[in-house]
């Protein structure tokens, strides 16, 4: 859980850039410190391979850039994550956040987890947001041959469509489709060579289904897509209120025994007696979850879970969730 003694605004927003091989992360990257948006961000770069290259790709900035190399990061270099985060807090004072690009080969999980995990990291840090940058002309290929494409998809919260200029109206429509089958929730963003605001990619809170929710109230309806042949997603909401105990005896059984399949897990439950909406998040077996602020009045106080994976089992899911409420 987090930190009850670091107030959220004190905490290091971190946004993780992620996206196949090609996609264009470098490009959006020296977009974000190039333009003038009077912030200043820490890069951490990794690629595989023992000779860094990107760091040689990545623009003159203001920036203070660390390199990982000789490794995947989401695979051997998580001690490595950990060691610098742990460095730049000690220079906190020098930037407003940290912007950590992953190889594109990467699955972004590894990386999430470790805001969860490492306790020292998890109270001076806040994972913002997963951005990740999909090629709009070669997605469907890369869909067809890489399971790590849908996988970045799956992850994100914030989805950058680029190369939107080499395709056409219905191409792109297909596309954007393909995505949304695979991730109902993230914010997707049209681009050509990444020229998307940074004011939409950092900073966000989008690693917040609160706010999701409170942008698109709709997003969890229980008609979510569940026709992709590979990462699906599913949704559910009850009525009464949720049994914490019941609710974390549960969801652990499940995380632990489904974990590797369940890609993205993020639920806003109402607990009895309780005024606050409890945030509840996961990726693969690492949870998370924090009360995020009150009940908007009027509003039904209605407990909904979403769950983006492999081989789900709706009927499974939906009476597990279902087993969490109150009795009547």
């Not at 200043?40 to 990545?58: P, T």
């Not at 790590?148 to 994100?156: G, H, M, S």
């Not at 569940?226 to 209120?241: K, L």
Request: aromatic share 6%; with cysteine.
């Amino acid at each position: 859980m987090p930190d009850a003694s670091a107030p959220t605004e004190a905490l290091v927003p971190v946004t993780v850039l992620t996206g196949y091989l090609g996609a264009g992360k470098t490009t959006l990257l020296n977009r974000i410190l190039t333009e003038q948006h009077g912030r200043k961000y820490a890069v951490v770069i990794n690629e595989f391979g023992e000779l860094g290259v990107d760091n040689d790709l990545v623009v003159d900035s203001d920036e203070e850039v660390f390199e990982m190399n000789n490794g995947c990061i989401c695979c051997t270099v998580r001690g490595d994550l950990i060691r610098i985060v742990g460095g730049l807090m000690k220079r906190r004072g020098k930037f407003d956040g940290i912007i950590i690009e992953t190889t594109g080969l990467a699955n972004p999980a590894p990386v999430a987890q470790t805001f969860f995990v490492d306790e020292t990291v998890r109270s001076r840090t806040r994972l913002d947001a997963i951005v990740t940058v999909v090629d709009a002309k070669h997605l469907p290929q890369r869909l067809a041959d890489s399971h790590e494409a849908a996988d970045q998809i799956a992850f994100a919260d914030v989805i950058v469509l680029n190369k939107t200029d080499l395709v056409t109206p219905e191409e792109l429509a297909a596309v954007e489709q393909r995505i949304r089958d695979i991730n109902p929730f993230a914010t997707i963003h049209h681009a050509v060579r990444g020229d998307v605001p940074v004011t939409a990619l950092l900073e966000q809170g989008a690693f917040d289904l609160d706010r999701v929710l409170a942008h698109t109230p709709d997003f969890l309806a229980d008609d979510a897509h569940e026709h992709n042949e590979d990462v699906a997603s599913m949704s559910f909401e009850v009525e009464r209120p949720i049994d914490p105990e019941r609710f974390n005896a549960w969801i652990g059984a499940l995380l632990a025994a489904e974990g590797q399949n369940l890609l993205r897990t993020k639920g806003i439950l109402a607990y009895p007696g309780e005024d606050r909406r409890f945030a509840f998040q996961a990726v693969h077996m690492i949870a998370d979850g924090d009360f995020v602020g009150p009940w908007r009045e009027g509003e039904p106080r209605r407990s909904r879970i979403v769950f983006i994976g492999r081989n789900l089992n709706r009927p499974q899911l939906r009476r597990g969730f279902e087993s969490c409420q109150v009795k009547a």
